[in-house]
């Protein structure tokens, strides 16, 4: 905010700061005297690295598609790790969760029961009726995307098919509500919750969206709950997902001896998980990059 205006743009992009961010940071500071909370310098991207996040995006996608037309019942979920691998490989890029934090695969499968982060395993084999949820975060030329989707293996449930199609609502609904300049990322959650409950389901409250683009997790984190509070403001150059774990019974979450990863629903019931990475353009356009 302080910065003189001949001097290069905070942003990065090695233009002048007149030239660059300074009317972006006067319309800014005009919101936060009004008494906006406003992003950080940190959370905005220009138009390089929003390129960049892209990039990684169309990659994150075509892994996406490729899991989407060979998941099978009789397939375990090792087995879509190890295509996930080769798809990278052959792609130039990294999983930004192999190895984050000890994380030992790709990608994470949650099957059923399981609300997120389910470590792929030779010994979980897919059957006809599961739903599951795979998530990846991909990594390329030090830019980052991250999405998930849920796929119905065979014929589903009524209960389940409809907790996979509200929890993709929860998500779609949430990004309609974005106009630059004027939503906030508190804004998610009361969308998210409304559509849940209205349906009987419940919000995880565990697990939220973040920031993503130089690394896999950045602020602003974003909750999918109504925290009560308003939080940052959207404005141009910020990159966020919005991730929505929904269960068909109680919210909460539990975790199974030897595992401190997979965390799984307190009652048994099914959960749903749908991620999208979300860009906002400096022409003001809501772009969904990665889905
Ligand atoms: N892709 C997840 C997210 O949506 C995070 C993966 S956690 C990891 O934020 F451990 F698998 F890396
Ligand atoms: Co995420
Ligand atoms: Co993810």
């Given at each position: 905010?302080?910065?003189?205006?001949?001097?290069?743009?905070?942003?990065?992009?090695?233009?002048?700061?007149?030239?660059?961010?300074?009317?972006?940071?006067?319309?800014?500071?005009?919101?936060?005297?009004?008494?906006?909370?406003?992003?950080?310098?940190?959370?905005?991207?220009?138009?390089?690295?929003?390129?960049?996040?892209?990039?990684?995006?169309?990659?994150?996608?075509?892994l996406l598609d490729l899991v989407e037309n060979n998941i099978k019942a009789g397939m375990s979920t090792e087995e879509i790790d190890d295509m996930c691998a080769k798809f990278l490989e052959e792609h130039d890029a990294h999983s930004a969760d192999f190895h984050y934090e000890g994380y030992p695969k790709r990608i994470c499968t949650a099957v059923n029961d399981v609300i997120c982060h389910g470590i792929p395993?030779?010994?979980?084999?897919?059957?006809?009726?599961?739903?599951?949820?795979?998530?990846?975060?991909?990594?390329?030329?030090?830019?980052?995307?991250?999405?998930?989707?849920?796929?119905?293996i065979g014929e589903v449930s009524d209960n389940a098919r409809k907790l996979v199609e509200v929890t993709k609502e929860c998500l779609e609904e949430a990004i309609k509500i974005i106009v630059p300049w004027e939503t906030r990322v508190s804004d998610f959650g009361?969308?998210?919750?409304?559509?849940?409950?209205?349906?009987?389901?419940?919000?995880?409250?565990?697990?939220?969206?973040?920031?993503?683009?130089?690394?896999?997790?950045?602020?602003?984190?974003?909750?999918?709950?109504?925290?009560?509070?308003d939080r940052e403001l959207i404005?141009?150059?910020?990159?966020?997902?919005?991730?929505?774990?929904?269960?068909?019974?109680?919210k909460g979450i539990r975790f199974k001896p030897g595992d401190t990863w997979t965390s799984y629903t307190v009652d048994g019931k099914l959960s749903?998980?749908?991620?999208?990475?979300?860009?906002?353009?400096?022409?003001?356009?809501?772009?969904?990059?990665?889905?």
């Open positions: 905010m302080k910065q003189k205006k001949d001097k290069l743009c905070w942003c990065g992009s090695g233009e002048p700061y007149k030239k660059c961010h300074w009317l972006f940071d006067q319309r800014l500071e005009a919101y936060r005297k009004d008494g906006y909370v406003i992003p950080t310098h940190k959370m905005i991207k220009n138009q390089k690295d929003i390129d960049g996040i892209k990039a990684a995006a169309v990659i994150n996608n075509g395993r030779k010994d979980v084999i897919l059957k006809d009726g599961d739903i599951i949820n795979v998530d990846v975060t991909t990594e390329y030329k030090g830019y980052y995307a991250d999405a998930s989707r849920m796929f119905m009361k969308v998210i919750e409304r559509i849940a409950h209205k349906n009987g389901f419940s919000v995880v409250e565990e697990y939220c969206g973040h920031g993503v683009g130089f690394k896999m997790h950045e602020d602003p984190y974003i909750l999918h709950y109504d925290e009560h509070i404005v141009p150059g910020m990159v966020f997902t919005i991730e929505p774990m929904i269960n068909e019974g109680k749903a998980q749908w991620e999208h990475t979300i860009v906002i353009n400096y022409d003001e356009s809501v772009e969904i990059v990665s889905a």
